[in-house]
T-cell receptor
């Protein structure tokens, strides 16, 4: 069945360093959504990408959708402690109304 | 505040018991989704209801069932509970049945089986 692979599982960074998480699919995607879950919190919708090659920015966050619509990335520039959490991608399964979720990438700021 | 309300926030019970988790979606949202998240794990999709009808099932055990009522609130029933059922259960809602719409999550119900 349709799956989405998200890497890495964890990323440890010093505050001020950059962070990137990637989602990859073997099939062409109609869209991709990104969510953030703070420790002890619930997932919160960040953005949705729909168009091939799309790039969207939210302050220090940059979201990209690949030209072939099979991969996507989320890049955070100059991480801050408020960025700590797990970032999930989610893609649409066309056969039913179900989102397929990536395993998540946990952003950890080194003390 | 996402507008999605889940009750109770915490639930502690014993193996073999049955519990009901409740979810009220955001005003105007017709779709409700249930997810299970074990400690430090990803989100496991359980089931999706749209306007009272079941739309999709994920890896939901036969011991689990759900329904969505005419007022659009939903309940997830977990029976014959096992230790492995301990997890955080999230409800999410969206405007319609297509998942081009973002999902809005409640704060979750933390279920602990002793």
């Amino acid at each position: 069945g349709q799956q989405v692979m998200q890497i890495p599982q964890y990323q440890h960074v010093q505050e001020g360093e950059d962070f990137t998480t990637y989602c990859n699919s073997s099939t062409t995607l109609s869209n991709i959504q990104w969510y953030k879950q703070r420790p002890g919190g619930h997932p919160v919708f960040l953005i949705q990408l729909v168009k091939s090659g799309e790039v969207k920015k939210q302050k220090r966050l940059t979201f990209q959708f690949g030209e072939a619509k099979k991969n996507s990335s989320l890049h955070i520039t100059a991480t801050q402690t408020t960025d700590v959490g797990t970032y999930f991608c989610a893609v649409l399964r066309d056969s039913n109304y179900q989102l397929i979720w990536g395993a998540g990438t946990k952003l950890i700021i080194k003390p | 505040d996402s507008g999605v309300t889940q009750t109770p926030k915490h639930l502690i019970t014993a193996t073999g018991q049955r519990v009901t988790l409740r979810c009220s979606p955001r005003s105007g949202d017709l779709s409700v989704y249930w997810y299970q998240q074990s400690l430090d794990q990803g989100l496991q999709f359980l089931i999706h209801y749209y306007n009272g009808e079941e739309r999709a099932k994920g890896n939901i055990l036969e011991r689990f069932s759900a329904q969505q009522f005419p007022d659009l609130h939903s309940e997830l029933n977990l029976s014959s509970l096992e230790l492995g059922d301990s997890a955080l259960y999230f409800c999410a809602s969206s405007v319609d049945e297509g998942t081009h719409q973002p999902q809005h999550f409640g704060d979750g119900t933390r279920l602990s089986i002793l």
